[in-house]
Every structure is written in C-alpha cells, then in structure tokens.
C-alpha cells in the first residue's frame, strides 16, 4: 500500500492543471509497474478539503463501504449514491507529472490559485492555500483526544 508523507504547496493554472508534488510522484511511480498512474477524487466528508486516493486504494476502500451495505435498502442506496457524486478519475500526465482537477471540486473547497497537497497515509489531502490547518486542533486538545482514544 502506498503511504503519503509531507506538505506541499502547488500552483493551478487557469485550467485547474496542477503538477503534482516530486515526494508523490515518485512514491506512486514505485508501485505502479511502469502504468498508468490514475486518481479518484472526492470532496472529504467531514473537512473542506478534497481527498485524493490512488485508484488501487480507491478500489479497496469502496469495496469494504460497499460491503457493509444493503444495496436493495432504499436508505443505503440512497446514502452510496450521493457518496459516489462529486468525484473525478483523474490521470497523471507522465511527462509534465501534473493532473487536472475539475472546478466544480476545486469550487468546493475554495481554491483560488494556490493549493496545499498533504500527505495523509492512504490519501492525500488538497486544501485551499487559505484554509489549510484551520481547525486543526490545540496541542492539550490533541494530547487529551490522544489519551481517550488510545490510552
């Protein structure tokens, strides 16, 4: 499984293309044998931030979501449904190393002209320059969360 380290920051063109950052190219370029390399994005559920997984983790992750539903109950169907909108396969240009992403998703989050791709494990998150680390939580905050959870 790819695992996603570090913040940086990217530019977007008028178009939406942005490149992406060396640190992810490379990590996905390792695991792709020699492919083509391929994104689903989606806005995240609970941040104003856009999640990118590559297409073999995106796979994975709908796979066990799917699983855990009743797809002939008009509640979970409905509930898989509007979760699957708003998402883009996008593909990543081998030469140029960048991607396109859709405005109506770069919209969502607020994108002006700069973003902030961070690495999250499984996932990159890309944030509007703006808006990256808003809300992140106070340190006693994180350590007492920490404890509950954990300890």
Known sequence: MVKFIGEYVAKLDEKGRVVVPAAFKNIVGKHSQGGEVSFVIKKDLFANCLNMFTYEQWDQESEQLRSRL????????????????????????????????????????????????SGNDFKIEIWAKEN????????????????????
Do not use: C, H
């Open 70 to 117: 009743n797809l002939f109950r008009r509640e979970d169907n409905a509930w898989y449904r509007e979760y699957m909108m708003d998402r883009a396969l996008v593909t990543l240009d081998q030469k140029v190393g960048r991607i396109i992403i859709p405005k109506n998703l770069l919209a969502k989050i607020g994108v002006d002209k700069e973003i902030v791709f």
């Open 132 to 151: 990256f680390g808003a809300g992140r939580m106070s340190e006693d905050d994180f350590t007492s969360l920490t404890e509950k959870l954990l300890g």
